[in-house]
């Protein structure tokens, strides 16, 4: 009878030790998995707060390009106009060229077209 009970508590003794063994791992495990959680929660913050800087970026690269075709369209409305209405630099020599050439008459009418051109916008 002391055999066996010897032989039962040897068996129990190494079944708690293992069993020991297996709460330090999964202890161990647990301490691991938080440490884990708390990295993918900052990730998490890491990403929400990316997204929203991304927003940001998103929303003033639309308010620059909006800007640049206002740009451009001012630019090209005055481009129109200098050619419309304003003299070149050519016409203005030709006209106050002391010699009267071919291209004086040229500079002439092309007054008269910016006259013509001027009157009609502002009626």
Not at 15 to 24: D, I, R, S, V
Not at 73 to 94: C, N
Not at 98 to 113: C, G, K, V
Request: with cysteine; glycine share 2%; charged share 35%.
């Amino acid at each position: 009878r002391n055999a066996i009970e010897n032989s039962s508590l040897n068996i129990h003794t190494e079944l708690l030790k293992a069993l020991k063994e297996t709460n330090q791992t999964v202890s161990s495990a647990g301490v691991h998995v938080k440490k884990l959680r708390a990295i993918c929660d900052q990730i998490g913050e890491r990403m929400a707060e990316t997204r929203k800087q991304t927003n940001i970026l998103v929303s003033e690269r639309q308010r620059l390009e909006k800007e640049e075709k206002e740009y451009q369209l001012k630019t090209k409305l005055l481009e129109s106009y200098r050619k419309r209405f304003i003299l070149s630099e050519e016409d203005r020599l030709a006209i106050t060229d002391d010699q009267i050439s071919p291209s004086f008459f040229i500079a002439l009418q092309r007054i008269n077209s910016i006259q013509k051109d001027f009157q009609y916008t502002i009626k």
